[in-house]
């Protein structure tokens, strides 16, 4: 017995988004799909199976993984994008972060989800601090905040931040000493809802929120975040597994008695 595809759903799968789509340009996958009937079932047979691989994951699922699982030839950006404006006004969103994709909530809709008996643990002044300088700063040692805050950074305040998941090891600087360089991950985008570090906020956008004074000394700039979390810099190296031990992040082999 042979498969058989069902013309009476495909397109109508998602509600007859496909209707209203706007003309293709280029040669993608997706874009093919809007001069060819069969190829615009496939395309909304694979966007179902995209929908579903990442409403049954919790965790993000990245792009990697989609297109593993994915017919060969479909352009997972593109239809992961199409996705995501087909759910845009709905009460769950489908978001990017960096490379992979998730369900969340609406934004408006949040406060459906609380319930006053739960109690979030909130970072001290100095956990906040540290937080912005790291995302803003990274790759960044803790030498380097110290210069930046003009105190002493604990190692207690790091390890706050690194068990929240919002900041990791990133490496070690190539410098005398090779100290550690942190980093934000995945769910400090995820968390504060940004698709990629790129998106914080920059200085005009922090003023109008009333988070930096509008008298700013002459001279003052906000740097720029523009590093791969995943990728290390030219001026880092990757953590060994003596690093790690080292860090107390990796437990010592034992040796026979």
Do not use: C
């Amino acid at each position: 017995m042979t498969d058989t595809i069902d013309e009476t759903g495909g397109a109508e799968a998602l509600g007859g988004y496909f209707e209203d789509r706007p003309d293709p340009v280029g040669d993608t996958y997706v874009d093919i799909a809007a001069d060819n009937p069969a190829a615009r079932l496939m395309e909304a047979e694979a966007m179902r199976m995209a929908e579903a691989l990442v409403f049954a994951s919790s965790e993000p699922v990245s792009e990697k993984a989609l297109a593993a699982r994915l017919p060969d030839g479909v352009d997972v950006r593109a239809l992961m994008e199409e996705l995501r404006d087909f759910y845009d006004k709905r009460g769950v969103n489908l978001v990017r972060i960096e490379n992979a994709w998730a369900f969340r909530t609406a934004g408006d809709l949040g406060f459906l989800m609380q319930r006053e008996e739960v109690q979030q643990r909130k970072l001290s002044r100095a956990a906040l601090e540290v937080l912005a300088i790291i995302a803003y700063h990274q790759p960044i040692t803790r030498a380097e905040m110290e210069d930046i805050r003009g105190v002493e950074t604990s190692k207690g305040t790091i390890d706050v931040l690194m068990e929240t998941g919002w900041v990791k090891m990133r490496g070690r600087r190539k410098t005398p000493g090779r100290p550690v360089t942190y980093g934000t991950t995945a769910e400090f985008l995820d968390h504060f809802g940004l698709s990629e570090i790129r998106d914080l906020p920059g200085m005009e956008e922090l003023k109008g929120a009333g988070l930096l004074s509008s008298r700013m000394p002459a001279g003052f700039s906000m740097p720029l975040p523009s590093v791969d979390p995943d990728e290390l810099t030219e001026e880092e190296e990757e953590l060994t597994d003596i690093d790690l031990e080292e860090l107390g992040l990796l437990t010592p082999k034992g040796g026979d008695d």
